[in-house]
Nanobody, 125 residues
Framework: QVQLVESGGGSVQAGGSLRLSCAASGRTLSNYRDCMGWFRQSPGKEREGVAVIINGGGSTLYADSVKGRFTISQDNAKNTIYLQMNSQKPEDTAMYYC????????????????WGQGTQVIVSS
């Protein structure tokens, strides 16, 4: 099992920035094709992929809605990924979840096996 713990959520005004962190423990994701990422869900909406990063090489995928504003990064030595969120908009308000999966990377939340508890992000106008 992989345990994921998110931190860094909070409230910010539109145009502001937040950085989320996700620390992984337990069964480590050591294969170069393993993947971790960030997803979000707001009330009444389906969970959606925000950004993912592959373990080997650090290739990334972003949702169109966050391209140019959000940056996902990883620190393999710490088994931690980050999501730097800049120029935030009220529509970024959601519960943000960290997730992990083995052998492959996509923005489809249904393909991820391991999930954190989530951290709330609120962006006010």
């Amino acid at each position: 099992q992989v345990q994921l713990v998110e931190s860094g959520g909070g409230s910010v005004q539109a145009g502001g920035s937040l950085r989320l962190s996700c620390a992984a423990s337990g069964r480590t994701l050591s294969n170069y094709r393993d993947c971790m990422g960030w997803f979000r869900q707001s009330p009444g909406k389906e969970r959606e992929g925000v950004a993912v990063i592959i373990n080997g090489g650090g290739s990334t995928l972003y949702a169109d809605s966050v391209k140019g504003r959000f940056t996902i990064s990883q620190d393999n030595a710490k088994n931690t990924i980050y999501l730097q969120m800049n120029s935030q908009k009220p529509e970024d308000t959601a519960m943000y979840y960290c997730a992990a999966r083995k052998y492959g990377c996509s923005l489809d939340p249904q393909s991820f096996n391991y999930w954190g508890q989530g951290t709330q992000v609120i962006v006010s106008s």
